[in-house]
C-alpha cells in the first residue's frame, strides 16, 4: 500500500469516527470522480448534481460499513450508479402514474456551527450577497434558509422535502463554492 492510500484509509477512519474535516476531506477529493461520472451518465448538469450530492449524502451516511478492503473511489461509484438507477425506476413509474413520495425525516441533532459557519455569517452582507448569487439556484436556496432565516438542518430537510443528509451535503458544497468565489475576489 502507497503513502496517498494509507492517508487516505486514515481520513476514512477519522470519518467513520464523525470527524467533519475528514468528511469534507473526502468530499474535495471525490466530488470531481462522482459528478463527472454521472455527467456522462445522464447528460445533465442538474441530475449530476443533484446525484452527487445524493451519493455522498448516502454514503456519508453507511460509512462504518465501508470496507477496506474495496477501492473507496469504487465505492462511491458503486452507490452513485445504484442512487441513478433508482431515479430512472421512480421517474418511469411516475410517468405510469403509479409514483408516490413518502420520504420521512428522523429526529436529528443539528450540529453546531462550525469555524466556515461563523466565518460566513461575519463577512460583509452586501458583498456576501453578490457572492451568494453567483451560485446556482439550489445551493442560494439552501444558504439563504440556514444562514439568513436560520433554520436547523431538520427544518430545511422539511421545507425543501429532502433528506437531512442531502442538505448537509449541499450546504457544505455550497459554503466550498462560496469560498472559492470569496477567494477568486
Known sequence: MNNTEDNLLVTINKAKMGNQMAFSLLLDTFWNDVYGFQLKRTENENDAEDITVQTFSKA?????????????????IAISKNIHVDLLRKRKRNVLGTGGNNDAISKVLDDAPTAEDR???????????????????????????????????????????????????????????????????
Open 60 to 76: 456519508f451516511d453507511k460509512i462504518e460499513t465501508f470496507d477496506d478492503s474495496y477501492k473507496f473511489k469504487t465505492w462511491l
Open 119 to 185: 466565518l460566513i455569517t461575519e463577512q460583509n452582507l452586501a458583498t456576501l450577497l453578490q457572492n451568494i448569487k453567483k451560485l446556482k439556484p439550489h445551493y442560494q436556496e439552501v444558504i439563504n434558509l440556514r444562514y439568513f432565516h436560520e433554520l436547523s438542518y431538520a427544518a430545511i430537510a422539511t421545507e425543501l422535502n429532502e433528506p437531512i443528509n442531502n442538505i448537509k451535503v449541499k450546504l457544505l458544497r455550497a459554503k466550498k463554492l462560496l469560498a472559492e468565489i470569496i477567494r477568486k475576489r
